[in-house]
C-alpha cells in the first residue's frame, strides 16, 4: 500500500474486486440458464395439461369447463365439498340424482347414449295383408264374390239367357293417428343423447302398435275396422258381409278327446285357393298351447323355423304371432286363418309427418306426430275363424 493510501494495481484488494466481479457474471449466467430451464419445464407442463384435458370426455355435447355443475363436480373431486351442487338451481339437478356425495353429478360423465326401453310386440297383421299407398282420403276395392253364369248349348236350341256376376264395393277410409309428447327447451339443449331422435322413434313405435291394435279390434269409428270387428257366424251358416269359424267343441279349451281336430277343420274350411297363401294368426299364450298337440301317428303339428328370421309353422303353414289376438276363453275367436293379402287390406298415406314447435307451450317444445291409414277386410272368404266354443 502507498503512502496515500490507495490500493496499487496487482495488490490483493484489487485481484480480489475482480475475482467477486467475475463471480456476479457467472452467476447471473447461471441464473439465467435455471430460469430458462424453469420456463421450458413448465412449457412442457402446460402442453402435457392442455393434451389430458382434451382427451377428457365432456359431460355433454354442449358443455364446457365454464359450466356451473362442471366448476362443483371440480370442487367435489378436489375437497371433497359439495356445497356448489346443493347451490345449483332446482331445475339443473331435475334430471339427475339429488346430492353429489350419493353419486349425483358423478353419474353425467357416463350417460348412456341410448334409453333402454320396455320391448313390446309389434307384430301386426299388416306384415301378410294387403297394403297399398294413396293419396285420397279412401280407398275403394271392388271384389266380384259372385259367379258368372253357364250352361251346356245344342246347336239348335235356343240360348238362355245366364246370371251376370256382382261386384261389391268396400270403401276404407283413411284416419289419423296422432301424438304430441313434449320435452323442456333446456333438456334438449343439455342433454348428452339424441333426445329428439328418441321421441322420433317412440312415437314411431306407438303407432306401430296402435295400429296393430286396430286392424284386429277398431270399430271403425275415426280408426281402422279390425278384422274381429265384422260378425262371425258358424261355417255352415257363413255368407258374404260375415267371417266363418269353426267352434273346438268345447267352451273355452280345445276338446280334451281329439284337440288337434279344430285345427284340421279350421284348415279345410278355408277354400283351396286361399290355402295356398293362408296363414295362422294368434298370440304368444295360444301358441304355447297349440304347439304341444300331435297327430294321431305321434307327430307334433307345430314344427319351428328351419333359418334365422323364418317363421314356425303349423300343419306346413307358416304362424304370425299377434299379441293383440284374444287369449283362450270360454267364446272366444282367438285363432285365425286364411290369406290375408287378399282377406284384408291396409290402406295409408306414404309419410309419417313429425312437427317441431317451440312457441306454443314455452318453455317446452312441442312434437306433433301424425300418420293417416285405414284398414278393413275386402274378401271375407279368405279368412276363417276357430271360436272356443261348444257351437
Known sequence: MSETGFCATGSPAVEAKHALSGFLSDFKIFQGKIQQKLQEQEEKLT??????????????????????????FAA?????????????????????AAVAGDGGYLVDPQTAETIKGVLRSSASIRSIAQVVTVEASSYDVLVDHSDIGSGWASETAQQVETDTPQIERVTIPLHELSAMPKASQRLLD??????????????????????????????????PRGLLNHPHVPEHEWKWGKLGYIATGTDGDFDETAPADAILDLVYALAAEYRAGATFVMNSKTAGAVRKMKDADG????????????PARLMGYPVLIAEDMPDIAPGAVAI???????????????????????????PHVLFYATKRVGGDVSDFAAIKLLKFSVA
Open 47 to 72: 402442453m402435457l395439461d392442455r393434451k389430458t384435458i382434451s382427451g377428457r370426455p365432456a359431460l355433454s355435447r354442449t358443455a364446457d369447463f365454464d359450466a356451473p355443475h362442471q366448476k362443483a
Open 336 to 362: 285365425g286363418f286364411g290369406d290375408f293379402s287378399a282377406g284384408y287390406t291396409v290402406a295409408e298415406r306414404p309419410d309419417l309427418r313429425l312437427l317441431r314447435d317451440p312457441f306454443s307451450a314455452k
Open 190 to 223: 343439455d342433454s348428452a343423447f339424441d333426445i329428439e331422435g328418441w321421441l322420433a322413434a317412440r312415437i314411431a313405435d306407438k303407432f306401430v302398435r296402435a295400429e296393430a291394435a286396430a286392424f284386429l279390434h277398431g270399430d271403425g269409428v275415426d280408426k
Open 76 to 96: 367435489y373431486l378436489r375437497s371433497g365439498d359439495d356445497g356448489g351442487l346443493r347451490d345449483l338451481p332446482a331445475e339443473t339437478k331435475g334430471m339427475s
Open 299 to 310: 307327430r307334433f303339428l307345430w314344427s319351428d323355423g328351419l333359418a334365422a328370421g323364418e
